[in-house]
Every structure is written in C-alpha cells, then in structure tokens.
C-alpha cells in the first residue's frame, strides 16, 4: 500500500490544507545563512541588534525553505510538487524559536488544454509563527497530474 | 579600510551587477532537498527519470537560495540586502553540475516619502546557467538605506 496522493481530481477551489510544525532554531538560522544568505543580521546577534531587524532575524529564503517542507509533508501532489514560479512576501521576521506552519488554500484547479493528463493549480499559503502571526505568504502555480484512467475505472 | 557599500544614492536604473559563479553539484542538490523539498526527482537519479523532469533537478528553492548568494555578493547594498518579497519563476530544471550566476538590473530606485533616510529599489534578476539560459527570473523589492549626511559632507 502506497500513502494517498492527490490527483487534479481531489482539489476543489477553497480545500484548505494544514501542516505540522518546525522550529527554527538560530542554529539552523545561522547555518542556512552561512551558507545562502551570509549577511550579519541572519548570523550574529550582536551585529544584528543595529539592523533593521533590531536582532537576529532568519533569511527569507530560511523561511521559504522550511514553509516548502512543511507543504511537502501536508498537500501530497501525485507525482510531487512541482511549482513553476511563485509570488513571496515577508511582512515580519523570523525570530530564533519561533515555530512556524503553513495554511494552504487551494485558489484555483485548471485543466489543461493542450496537456489532457494534468492541469496547473494556483494555492495561497500563509506561514505562521507560534502567535498565529503572518511571517510569510505565498502565491504559487504548480503542475498536477490527473487522475489515470484505470484508477477511475476502479 | 571597510569595503565599498551602495547606498540609495549610488543605484540608478538600467545599472546591471553581474555576479560570480557557483556550481550546483548533486551532493548539494541531494542535501537541499533532503532538509527542505524532500521529492524524488529532487532526490533520486533512478526516480527522477520517471518525473516531469526526465532526470535528478534542483529543488527551485535551492536556486533561488544559491541566487540569493550570488546576488549578496555582487550587490553590496550598506546596511545588508533586507527584501520585502519577491516573484519568482523558474523557466527550466537546474540540472547536477550546472554553473550558475546571477545578473541583476536595478528598474526603480524610489526614496521613501515618510522614511527620510531609505527608499525602496526594484531590481530584476536572471539567473543563468553555463549556456546562458536563464533558469530562474526574480523581481525583489529591497530597502535601502540613503547615504549618511556626514559622509556626503565629506
């Protein structure tokens, strides 16, 4: 038996869709940053308490990254999530600790023309941090396949 | 000596920063995605080939990670590179071995109305692969801070 995906099919305008939780951690903050986004106020938190941020603040991308793991994990597209572009914002920082998840909401289900095996949908999620405070959106189109025949004809 | 920054000042449209270079290898793209876009095609090479991408791609948000690099390292805005959000696409896969680099062009520099001492900048970057094709497309709005008085007095 294989984990129950979701084809074309299965989302309708409005389904929402709710992940578990991550923790972000300044460890991971400052390692991500590190690596990607190696500016002071993502990495010491000394240097950061003169930014803009007024402390030490996780990269956008951080956040990113871990709301795209928790989508991963909570809307099981047949086939995997494969997105074609996205529209990102980040109206709050990411603080060490803050435990962050994802609300999903399908926005629009769009079979294609040209393509009769799958279609694109359009979602809008909100990452939220332990207040219930909006640390991300995200507007996102992304490929899914429908349902295959014989599966119907079941 | 510290290094040359870019205040608000010093950006004006049409002007183009190219990046550096960094090569995407499949350990990296494997370990992306094993924090953070945990899909097969991200993951597998065997698995990969039965996916929409006939083969192991990047994660887009290892792209757009990598790019953030490059583009910190090109683009030295003073005070940091804080963005407000972004649109992000992702025309092509970023394939293991794949050289990418970022070019940038700033489209609007506009000094904030209410916030004296920083504006906003537009800018659009291309990230391109070692055949130049582009394998993401970003715009990001930026804050940036406006030259201190005490150093144009100088």
Do not use: C
Request: aromatic letters at 6%; hydrophobic letters at 40%; charged letters at 25%.
């Amino acid at each position: 038996m294989t984990a129950p995906v979701l084809y074309l099919e299965d989302l309708s305008v409005g389904q929402i869709f709710e992940s578990g939780s991550h923790i972000l951690t300044a460890e991971e903050i400052k390692e991500f940053a590190g690596r990607y986004d190696p500016q002071p106020f993502h990495l010491d938190d000394e240097l950061a308490k003169d930014s803009l941020f007024g402390g030490l603040a996780s990269s956008g991308w951080n956040v990113a990254a871990v709301s795209m793991r928790l989508m991963v994990d909570s809307l099981p597209i047949a086939g995997g999530m494969i997105g074609a572009g996205a529209e990102i914002a980040w109206p709050r920082p990411t603080r060490p600790g803050d435990t962050l998840r994802i609300v999903t909401e399908v926005v629009e289900v769009t079979p294609s023309r040209s393509r009769p095996e799958r279609g694109m949908v359009l979602v809008r999620s909100k990452t939220l941090n332990q207040l219930g405070e909006i640390v991300q959106t995200m507007a996102s189109r992304m490929v899914v396949p429908r349902r295959p025949l014989r599966e119907i004809d079941k």
